[in-house]
């Protein structure tokens, strides 16, 4: 039975989901009822071809449910699932098939949606185990006769699906330790060809000496970032996000006020010196000549005294 528009329906239920930056089972029922998605089973189909559209739409959302998707389109998944679930319309229900392969992935998932105490994935997860939702089989896929030899496989949008760790496939523990062996036997060559045997020659020193230690520092930080950043957050997490969104707001809001307020002293500064009154004209030349009269009256009695004392 072909279901074209399944997978993009699933598709866009999760990118809508993904966009919430959020686990919460509230913010993807909103989603669920905004879309209507469960009318997905109405159409007028009879108990068969509903039992089939009811397999095929949880097989393409259990792909999502599973590594190398992100924790967020896992949880996402998970909650797909439970809906297409409980919404079927067929009798008896359709099971979720989960390969054993795959077991041991889902366990460790609700073991990190314990602890990361994210409660409603969880119960989510405990429900559809108790309702004996999931259906152990050998593979994950219900394989049937095909005349096609390859059969298609399932191919999800890139943005849904974790990166992958470049720089750990790239550096791994053999190759440090090659470095680190290439390194002593050039600093070993640069003190041969030296004059000094006991150390190399400074302008034979082109690479640095402390080049793998720093190398293996780097990936340290690197790893310990991919492993914080990789945890799935919490609703402590959340709160100490909040509070310092609240703070750089206050701050902000305060170097406004700041800034308003040195703006508002500058203007009435500017206002205060530019309204300070310049004496006319004539009153500034009187000033002038009042001032050189004054000066000269001053010589002129300096001169004065100075003639008294030579007459005696």
């Not at 359709?94 to 409603?120: N, T």
């Not at 949008?157 to 550096?171: A, I, M, N, S």
């Not at 520092?217 to 690197?222: R, V």
Request: charged share 30%; net charge positive.
């Amino acid at each position: 039975m072909g279901t074209p528009g399944l997978k993009a329906d699933c598709e866009t239920i999760l990118g809508r989901f993904q966009e919430t930056d959020s686990v919460r089972f509230e913010e993807f029922a909103a989603i669920w009822k905004d879309m209507k998605f469960s009318h997905i089973y109405f159409g007028g189909m009879r108990n068969l071809e509903m039992s089939k559209f009811a397999r095929e739409a949880l097989s393409v959302a259990s792909h999502y449910f599973l590594p190398p998707y992100t924790f967020q389109i896992r949880v996402g998944a998970l909650y797909l699932l439970y809906g297409l679930y409980n919404s079927q319309l067929c009798q008896p229900k359709q099971k979720i098939r989960v390969a054993l392969k795959d077991w041991d992935d889902i366990e460790k998932f609700y073991q990190d949606l314990i602890g990361a105490q994210h409660l409603d994935a969880a119960y989510i997860m405990r429900q559809l185990r108790l309702s004996r939702a999931f259906h152990f089989t050998g593979m994950a896929e219900f394989l049937t006769f095909r005349s096609q030899r390859n059969q298609p496989r399932h191919v999800g949008r890139e943005e849904f699906k974790d990166v992958r760790d470049r720089v750990q496939d790239l550096v791994t523990s053999e190759t440090l330790e090659e470095m680190l062996n290439i390194h002593e036997h050039y600093q070993k060559t640069k003190c041969l060809i030296s004059a000094d045997k006991s150390q190399p020659d400074r302008s034979l020193s082109l690479v640095k000496e402390d080049y793998v230690p720093n190398l293996k520092q780097l990936l340290s930080e690197h790893v310990t970032w991919k492993l914080e950043k990789g945890k799935p957050r919490t609703k402590n997490d959340d709160e100490k996000e909040e509070n310092e969104e609240e703070k750089e707001a206050t701050s902000q809001e305060s170097e406004k006020e700041s800034s308003e307020r040195a703006k508002t002293l500058a203007r009435i500064k500017s206002k205060c010196y530019g309204a300070v009154t310049q004496a006319p004209k004539s009153r500034r030349h009187r000033q002038v000549l009042m001032a050189s009269s004054e000066s000269s009256s001053d010589c002129g009695g300096k001169n004065t005294q100075k003639r008294k004392k030579k007459k005696k």
